[in-house]
């Protein structure tokens, strides 16, 4: 899966990140929270000061398991989900509305 975001986001983007986590990372997958409660500590942040952007119910009830904000970037096949919980739901990324996150 690493080489996948490889190539897809090349080196350069990738090194932007400070973690990665992947599906593979982990021994239970969503909606179990495990992957946001591994991040929160790699990455030395209280779950409750961490969002997650997720596309699905299953990530979304994952995100709140952990105690994480979440917001809803819907896709074709996932926008019909009920996403109650998330703080915001949109179609499009770039409609996210992050400044008063936290």
Not at 3 to 8: D, E, H, T, Y
Not at 18 to 46: N, Q, T, W
């Amino acid at each position: 899966a690493q080489q996948v975001l490889m190539a897809i986001l090349g080196e350069e983007r990738l090194d932007r990140f400070d973690l990665i986590l992947l599906g593979d990372d982990v021994s239970r997958k969503k909606p179990d929270p495990l992957i946001y409660r591994l991040a929160s500590e790699r990455l030395g942040v209280a779950l409750s000061n961490c969002a997650v952007v997720e596309d699905s119910k299953i990530g979304l009830e994952a995100a709140l398991a952990a105690g994480m904000k979440c917001y809803i970037t819907y896709t074709d096949s996932t926008e019909g989900q009920d996403f109650g919980g998330a703080v915001q739901v949109v179609a499009d990324a770039t409609k996210l509305d992050l400044i008063n996150i936290f």
